[in-house]
């Protein structure tokens, strides 16, 4: 039956029941199941064992997990991965399983339970849903904080090759991650192009263990570490990297980003904007989930090229083109005038 011909009481039965599927990639991922399975099926009491899960209870959630196309169910109550569950793995290209653990931990899902009253308020409900800011709430829980920032990771690992495929910066002689985390994306920049210089800045809690990445990658003399805030200042470049960053904050906020951006960049100078752009014609894509994501936890939005266009004009730039690339993100460029 094709997916217009399902009845429409279940086609809303899947949508309201979707935070089910949800929280079950969260478990699955927390427990580690699609580790376990590589490089072979497993027998679910052999697997309950392994991941300190009780038997029935682990078979009824991957038999729930298989229904949905997430593993696969073999003979004798065995398990295997397929291509969706390997993305539950660890360190692995494509990997999802931070982005799963993150999107089904407290810290985003709390809030959500009041997106009724964030639209009647048109305010993020992340400070009464957890006693505080989002990010004061991961600067006191450590663990979910290294699950979002290992899905951060992972989304710009997906994004990296589309920006060194699409972006020249082999005349580029120093560029700026803003807000860069782990440093994914200026890491990919300078393997991609031997010649660049990087710099990453962020928080002084995030920038340390960039340091022994940068090392292992053998980039540490290429790449400057510089923990600060980014309202505040930005350090010197020709090109700055923001990688949903600006869809964090609201308009006066990224206003004031970009101007930092701005003055310490060169005449000419670019800022390249990674993000899920909204089509200007309204066509359905992530990025309208993403942006109520941002409604309900941050002050933040997504935005169309036109609304980008008017931030950079506001803070001294100018909007030159947008990128299409193959994941769910473009590369919005603009130009110091």
Known sequence: MQTNEIPAPQQMFQHITAYWVTQLMGAAARLGVADQLEPEPLQVNDLAARVGAHPQALYRTLRACTAVGVFTEQAGQTFANNALSQTLRSNVPGSMRDFAIAQSAPGHWRPWELLTQVVKTGKSSASEALGCELWDWYGSHPEESGAFSGAMDNLAAQVAAEVTKAIDFSDVGRVVDVGGASGTLVNAVLRAFPKTK??????????????????????????????????????????MLLKQILHDWNDEQCIALLRNC??????????????????????????????????????????????YGKLFAAAGLKLERVHATHSPFSIVEAKKV
């Open 198 to 239: 990087g710099v990453l800045l962020d928080l002084p809690h995030v920038v340390e263990p960039v340091k022994k990445t940068l090392a292992a990658l053998g980039l540490a003399e290429r790449c400057e570490v510089v923990s600060g805030d980014f309202f505040k200042s930005v350090p010197e470049g020709d090109v």
């Open 262 to 307: 701005a003055e310490s960049l060169p005449k000419g100078g670019r800022v390249l904007v990674v993000e899920m752009v909204i089509s200007e014609d309204g066509s359905p894509s992530p990025a309208h989930l993403m942006d109520v994501n941002m409604l309900v936890l941050l002050p933040g939005k997504e935005r169309t090229a036109t609304e």
